[in-house]
């Protein structure tokens, strides 16, 4: 069956995937979990990595690193100490794909 020119847009996607702000939260909030082992419920936009989930400096770095290779982007190391709360990560990430 054929669609119709005015049914093919429905088929296009608005945003590339991984663009919109509840998918790299997602994204983001797996790679937290997975590098320290933290439950995700605890994982929230004010959550310092250090502070509230326990983080040290070696795992903010592997962190850092960790955004960098799944988002497919780079991180400067004066951005990466702005980057202390989940809530920094995912606006930073969004952001730098904006």
Do not use: C, Y
Not at 9 to 28: C, Q
């Amino acid at each position: 069956m054929a669609l119709g020119p005015e049914a093919k847009w429905a088929l296009v996607p608005k945003e590339p995937k991984g663009t919109d702000m509840s998918d790299i939260a997602d994204r983001v909030r797996k790679i937290v979990v997975e590098h320290l082992g933290v439950e995700e419920d605890k994982v929230t936009a004010n959550a310092s990595f250090i502070d509230d989930l326990g983080a040290d400096s070696l795992d903010t770095v592997e962190l850092v690193m960790a955004f960098e290779e799944e988002f497919g982007i780079e991180i400067p190391d004066d951005a990466a100490e702005t980057i202390q709360t989940f809530g920094d990560a995912v606006k930073f990430i969004s952001e730098a794909q904006a």
